[in-house]
């Protein structure tokens, strides 16, 4: 038997099986997020600001530390859900990735110059790349199977809740102390702090690897590139390699745009209601009928987006298409594909293949966000979004035929 | 531990983080509304209208209290002496003897900033597009052009290519002349299409066509000489940051890196005539598009943190790298000196 279906007692708590809800522990585990999330995009609403106006960095030095930002993560994340995996300890991997992100909050207070602040940077996605895999390898673990799909969507919902919580908080300190960026950092390491606090004290640390014995790196290695997950591997970078970043999807509607162009930050504020709303429901529909559907579907309405996008015409009410659109296509994926992920490999690799799920798309999202770019500045917005489009077309029915089957041996 | 303990922890921990933050916070406030008690009231006098007829340089005033953040102008005989406030508000202003431009901030769930002229009467005449968060302003002399630079930023930075500068030049009758990182810009003869190419800090020439400014892509930046009817950039030579042209329309003085640590720079004055460049007397790192008080001297602002608020001096240093730096103006930044 290669995937191991047991039901954990007490994940279920519905009590004959209409109403369900999803297990105490992935609560928790959204909340540690919900509090990580306020504490970090309080930061990163106001680090731009930050950057060039208090501490004057020019923005070509600023172009840098923000590519650093996004590849850093990247290979962490292997590492992180390998480590999980191998102690069995996942939990544990997990506070020592947020416990990082939460100091490097209050090292701004000592952090001056150019140098120091990448490396704090770089500490809180240390951080980052760490905790996820491990954190999703215990939503799974703790999720009856039939509803993992719903499970994520609400550990997504709250981990979203945070994200828009914090620049609302950030903006009410700022207008409060004008002009005290340390009370940001010292506020943001108070969430960051009780985030931690809370997954120390109440998250159980259940075991991935299921009470038998560690599984050694290469057994690790052997359950990642397998069979079984090489298809939704493949799948996951062709697709990550046509989505291009949202930060390029709205400078294109800026571009095109006055409403868009003013009210920018709001663009993503759009898409994070959107997310939030659908979330769950989606996540409950890829139980019903299949998370590779479901996921397929996502990218399809990435697709759409592009189109409306790279319409001649602007105005508010294509924007929020726009918006809705984008916000459809992130409840589709981003809590489906651990989903998906974690049933297709043996519990005691789980972290590992969701890690190697996310960090494929990471990679291959990066690498799409470059070639962009480059397409953007020789041939403009439209053109360029158009091509993605027309790539993107071609990969969903290839996509479609390489997950074919996959919820079938995920859930038989 | 048990679960009432677990319990007790975590209010352990809340109450902790609770008090100490907003502790933090409150005492961030205290101390900031002392400041403000304690400031010593501005010296105010002058009379707006007949400053306008003698020559005047026109600044964002800092000193703290009521009137932290409007537009204030003294005469330039007597630059530190009483100033003239003007009903404007602005983060960013500069000035010809008949418009004013004037970025502001609006702040706010979301901040929004505008570019707005204003007429002679220090009354809004037109709106311009802007995007972003206001970084320079330029007038051409004669006052039919404008040129505004912002950065350009989404809500994450955790994207590649989100932050950028945007730098746009209007016609102060309203026509939008473009974006000048559209223009094609070349360097040492080759077209340079990165994406990562960024342009800002616009001065115009007399004619109304050429114009100079900072170009960046690769980590490295260059004076660029542009023209608005060929929508072409042309590199001059490297290492040149906010350039600004002298009156005798002969040197650029502007703010290089050199092998200065990131994020530091100091000013200098390049010759165009005959390529040389000279590092002025003031050392300490300067970030902002210099402006010439006459042809053998320059202003700045330079910020300064006195009691944990901070504010700015206008200061002045011979262009030809002799003397020493001396505030001009204190309390004040972003200085226009109209003739």
């Known amino acids: 038997m290669y995937v191991s279906l047991r039901d954990r007692p007490g994940a279920d708590s519905g009590k004959s099986g209409t109403i369900r809800r999803v297990s105490s522990t992935v609560v928790l585990l959204g909340v540690v997020s919900l509090l990580t999330d306020v504490s970090s995009e309080m930061v990163a609403s106001v680090l731009p600001l930050y950057l060039t106006a208090a501490v004057g960095l020019s923005p070509v030095a600023y172009g840098f530390l923000d590519g650093m930002y996004q590849g850093v993560s990247a290979f962490l994340r292997i590492a992180g859900g390998y480590a999980g995996d191998r102690g069995g300890q996942p939990k544990w991997v997990a506070v020592l990735g947020y416990g990082a992100s939460a100091i490097s909050r209050i090292a701004m207070l000592v952090a001056t110059g150019f140098a120091a602040i990448t490396a704090v940077v770089t500490v809180d996605r240390l951080g980052k790349g760490l905790r996820t895999a491990p954190r999703d390898a215990l939503i799974a673990e703790a999720s009856d199977p039939k509803m993992l799909g719903r499970a994520f969507g609400v550990h997504r919902t709250l981990d979203t809740i945070g994200a828009a919580l914090g620049p609302l908080v950030a903006f009410a300190l700022l207008a409060a102390v004008p002009g005290s960026y340390d009370s940001i950092w010292v506020v943001s390491f108070a969430f960051a702090i009780v985030g931690v606090a809370v997954l120390v004290l109440f998250v159980p640390n259940l075991r991935t690897a299921a009470g038998s014995a560690r599984i050694g790196l290469r057994r690790t290695f052997r359950a990642v590139s397998g069979r079984r997950l090489r298809r939704p591997l493949i799948a996951a970078g062709v697709l990550g390699l046509l989505t291009i970043g949202d930060g390029f999807l709205y400078l294109s509607l800026q571009e095109r745009d006055d409403f868009a162009a003013v009210y920018f930050p709001l663009l993503y504020v759009g898409t994070n209601i959107a997310y939030l709303a659908l979330a769950v429901p989606l996540g409950r529909l890829a139980d019903r009928v299949g998370r590779a559907r479901v996921l397929i579907a996502g990218h399809g309405a990435l697709l759409a987006g592009y189109l409306v996008a790279a319409l001649p015409a602007g105005g508010l009410g294509l924007t929020l298409v726009v918006l809705l659109l984008l916000g459809v296509f992130y409840a589709a994926t981003d809590g489906v594909l651990p989903a998906l992920v974690s049933r297709l490999v043996p519990d005691e690799a789980r972290g590992s293949g969701i890690a190697a799920a996310q960090t494929v798309v990471a990679l291959a999202r990066f690498a799409s966000s470059l070639a962009f770019g480059l397409l953007w500045s020789l041939q403009g917005p439209s053109w360029s979004l158009l091509l993605f489009a027309g790539l993107l077309t071609a990969a969903i029915p290839a996509v479609a035929w390489l997950l074919r089957g996959v919820d079938a041996e995920a859930t038989a | ?339």
């Open chain 2, 1 to 339: 531990m048990s679960g009432r303990n677990r319990v007790i922890a975590l209010v352990a921990v809340l109450l902790a983080a609770l008090i100490g933050a907003g502790g933090y916070v409150w005492n961030v406030r205290k101390s900031q509304a002392e400041t403000l008690a304690s400031a010593p009231p501005v010296d105010q006098g002058g009379d707006l209208q007949s400053l306008r007829t003698q020559p005047h340089i026109v600044f964002r005033s800092n000193a703290l209290g009521e009137t932290y953040g409007r537009v204030a102008v003294v005469p330039l005989s007597a630059p530190n002496g009483p100033r003239a406030f003007t009903p404007a508000s602005c983060e960013r202003v500069y000035a010809t003897s008949a418009d004013t431009i004037c970025l502001s901030a609006q702040r706010g769930l979301v901040t929004t900033y505008q570019s707005r002229l204003l007429d002679a009467g220090w009354n809004e005449a037109r709106e311009l597009p802007l995007t972003g968060l206001p970084s320079r302003a330029r007038l051409s002399r004669d006052g039919s052009l404008v040129a505004t630079t912002t950065f350009v930023y989404g809500d994450s930075y955790a994207n590649p290519g989100q932050f950028s500068t945007r730098t746009v030049v209007t016609r102060t009758d309203g026509e939008v002349v473009g974006d000048i990182e559209k223009f094609k810009l070349v360097v040492d003869g080759k077209v340079i299409t990165a994406s990562d190419k960024n342009l800002w800090g616009v001065t115009f020439a007399d004619d109304n066509d050429r114009f100079f400014a900072t170009a960046a892509s690769g980590g490295k930046t260059w004076l660029v000489e542009g023209s608005l009817q060929a929508r072409t950039v042309t590199s001059i030579r490297g290492d040149v940051e906010c350039p600004s042209l002298s009156p005798d329309k002969t040197r650029i003085a502007f703010k290089k890196h050199g092998d200065l640590p990131a994020g530091k720079w100091r000013l200098a004055v390049y010759n165009l005539r005959t390529g040389t460049e000279i590092e002025l007397a003031e050392t300490r790192s300067i970030d902002d598009q210099a402006e010439w008080l006459d042809d053998s001297t320059i202003l700045y602002g330079l910020s300064h943190n006195t009691d944990g608020s901070a504010s700015s001096d206008v200061w002045k240093v011979p262009a030809d790298g002799s003397g020493k730096p001396e505030v001009l103006i204190s309390d004040a930044w972003s200085p226009a000196v109209v003739r």
